[in-house]
C-alpha cells in the first residue's frame, strides 16, 4: 500500500524537511580536516533539539547516531564515532532525517572536505546530484515510478565516462516511500528493472525520497560485521545524494530543499508547487 498525504499532511512534512534542511547545512559547515563523525552527529543531534523535533535515524532497527556517515568508499549507512577524523580530500555523504509530529523528511549530501579533490570526485558528486534532479523532475502526475528510475539512469549513462571507466549505480539500495514511517512503499531503483514492471501510477499525495548512489567502480556493495555500514566491493569511492519529495495537483514540492526545488527544477522546465508554509 502506497500512503496518499493530503496537504495538511504534506505541510508537516514540509516542517521535518526544513528540520533536514537545517541539519545540512550545520554539519556541511561542520565536515572539516580534524572534525569526527562523531563530531557531525552532535552538531545534528543539537539542530533536532533546537527545533523541537526528533531523530528518526536514532534507534531505528537499532542504529546508533542522529546521522549516517558515510566516508569515501563507504556507499551508505556509515556509524558516526569518534575515531574517524575527516582528513583534507575525503568525501563524506551525511544523511539525514527528522520527525514533526509523527511525519518524516530525509535527505542526504556528498561533501568535499578541505580542498584538492580529483576532478572525477568532483564529477562523480556533480553526476549524482544532478541524476537525482532529473529523477525529481520526472515526478509528474500520471507518470509511472519506473519514469523517476529511468531518468536517473540516463542521466548516469550520458555522461562522459570517468578515468576508472565507469561509473557503477549501486544495485542493493535506492529510494523509497516516505510519510509517518521514514521508509515505506514503493521502493525506488535508480536504473531499469523490467522485471520489476513500471511501478505505481503517480499521484497527488505520494511521497518519495528520491536517492542516487554512484560510484567510481563497481555497482556491487558488501556490509560490514556491525550490520550497517555498506561499502563498495572494489573500495571504489561513491557518492549519495537525496531529496524527500511531495507531488501535489501544482506539481512537485521538494520538502527538504530551503526553496522547495525552485532554482534546480527550473532548468527542467518544471514549475514547483507553492510553499505549504509560505
Known sequence: MVQIKTPEQIAKMREAGLVVAAIHAATREAAVPGATTKDLDEVARKVIADHGAKSNFLGYGGFPATICTSVNEVVVHGIP?????????????????????????????????????????????????????????????????VDISKAIESYIRRQPRPATGKYGIIEDYGGHGIGTEMHMDPHLLNYVARKRGKGIKLVPGVCLAIEPMVSLGTAKTEVLADEWTVLTTDKSWSSHWEHSIALTEQGPLVLTAPDCGRERLAKYGVEVAPDPLG
Do not use: C, Q
Open 81 to 145: 564515532d569518534d575515531k574517524t577524523v575527516l582528513k583534507d580530500g575525503d568525501i563524506i555523504s551525511i544523511d539525514a532525517g527528522a520527525i514533526v509530529d509523527g511525519w518524516h523528511g530525509d535527505a542526504a549530501y556528498t561533501a568535499f572536505v578541505g580542498t584538492g579533490h580529483a576532478p572525477e570526485l568532483v564529477e562523480l558528486s556533480r553526476v549524482t546530484e544532478e541524476s537525482m534532479w532529473a529523477g525529481i523532475a520526472a515526478m509528474k502526475v500520471n507518470n509511472r515510478l
